[in-house]
């Protein structure tokens, strides 16, 4: 770790709140030229809307920024490059049709003695600023004809060349491979080398400890601390960002710990050998049998509803195979895997799922008549049946089937959304985040319908960031990191180490391999 100079960068009790949220509460951070600083911390955390309010997309409620000593107050994004703060998003925001030139220099071209660009000079400047970061190429092209990886490297140069003291990395490798991940790291290594002050933000933990100086963890909007890297353990990180330390006991358990006997004799609903995409998730293995839970677990961004968007059709594959039910499927998409009847419940239900301006009625039989086809309509009569059948089922709150779905609690259109579901009577249901956002009541009661479904024989794959809930509910737990199943909690191995709790499955998290 390089020694640490006088920050150059100060936030002092940054607040900033919208209607119902207070997205920063007093946080304070730090940042020196020459390191490399990881802002960590789960959804929610708060890191987006620190770099918003830093960058002018957002005004500060009160606190101070600092630059160079200077108190800032930046009111664009454009205001803070010029005050030299430059930032890279995860998805680039740079012009794909003008040429990788244009883009770096894009303000500042320099101008002949009639006022017009200099395209000689311009691309020379553009071509000695990513030589100084290592990068050849013939800036004279689109930058469209470039992968994400060369288009970040386009959008760090162009920091460069705005001269700027600080560098905001927002999740730079989420689209990356390991060898350009590899580049970038060298990059980031040849700035830090140069003063440049960097913050990284990321959720992948094993580059936190490849790159960063420094690691600042944010949890509901407030600042939980900053360690010296090399002084916080894994184990530790995650206790912080997750906001509780590894339990000493199991929890009580909703559904049977014990792999079903079915497994024993059942063929898999579902089976993925290799399977991955590029970019998404890296190639896996992995088995559900009828009547197992099997859970997902990780950190945001390791890879765990990747898996099931994979499993669903969402997306494609590029390598792998996919079985289900025994026959290997090609041209996978969510209406086959309908028809195959496995059934998908999204993290975001409001985006993806409920359809907040339908009535109760039509939310739930929504799956159901898509199946049957406009040529085979349900009869009014049959979709009240079958709405008041899972109304009463699941126990929704609602004063009328015609009732819209958005005016009810989150926990009752969560309940709307499995109804939806249900009716179609899946042999395996995925299930991500069902229970984020909704209250202790409405929890429970999904917890009892994923153990009613498991003892009816229906596979469910349970993605989760709660662990009790994954401890408590599911018959084994899968584990992912960075994108890659690294390990899986099978109580019916009979091996101490596979014993099924939270603390174990916050070990493997955590868990280095190297």
Known sequence: MPTLTKPILKIHNLRKQFPGVLALDGVDFELTAGEVHALMGENGAGKSTLIKVLTGVHPRDSGRVELDGQTIAPTSPSAAEGLGISTVFQEVNL??????????????????????????????????????????????????????????????????ALDAKVLILDEPTSSLDEKEVTHLFTVMERLRNEGMAIVFVTHFLDQV??????????????????????????????????GRKVPQL???????????????????????????????????????????????????????????RLIFGFD????????????????????????????????????????????????????????????????????????????????????????TVGTLSGGNQQKVLLARWLAM???????????RGIDV???????????????????VLLISSELEDLARCCSRVVVLRDRRIVAALDPSSDLEQNALDESAIMKLIAHHND
């Open 316 to 403: 494609s594959a590029t390598t792998g195979t996919l079985e289900v039910g025994g026959n290997q499927v090609v041209n996978w998409s969510p209406r086959k895997a309908i028809d195959a009847g496995i059934a998908w419940c999204p993290e975001d239900r409001k985006l993806d799922g409920v359809i907040p301006q339908l009535s109760v009625r039509e939310n739930i039989v929504l799956a159901l008549q898509s199946a049957r086809s406009i040529f085979h309509p349900l009869s009014r009569a049959k979709q009240n049946e079958i709405a008041q059948r899972y109304v009463a089922q699941l126990g929704i709150k609602t004063t009328s089937l015609e009732t």
């Open 95 to 160: 012009i794909p049709r003008l040429s990788v030139a244009e883009n770096i220099l894009l303000g500042r071209q320099p101008k002949n003695a009639i006022g017009a660009i200099d395209w000689k000079t311009l691309y020379q400047m553009a071509t000695q600023t990513l030589t100084r970061l290592g990068v050849e190429l013939d800036v004279r092209k689109q930058l469209a004809e470039y992968s994400i990886a060369i288009a970040q490297m386009v959008a760090i140069a162009r920091g460069i």
């Open 209 to 242: 400890y490849r790159i960063s100086d420094r690691i600042t963890v944010l949890r509901n909007g407030r600042l939980v601390g900053t360690w010296p890297t090399g002084e916080l353990e894994r184990l530790d990180l995650v206790e912080h960002m997750l």
């Open 250 to 308: 199991s929890a009580q358990r909703v559904g049977s710990a014990a792999v079903p006997s079915s497994k024993i004799s059942a063929k898999p609903v579902v089976k993925a050998q290799g399977l991955g995409r590029r970019g998404s998730v890296h190639p896996f293995d992995l088995e559900i049998f009828p009547g197992e839970v099997v859970g997902l677990a990780g950190l945001l961004g390791s890879g765990r509803s990747e898996v099931g």
């Open 441 to 459: 009541g409405a929890k429970a009661e999904i917890e009892n319908l994923v153990a009613e479904l498991s003892a009816a024989g229906v596979a």
């Open 425 to 435: 009577e899946p042999k395996l249901i995925i299930l991500d985040e069902p229970t």
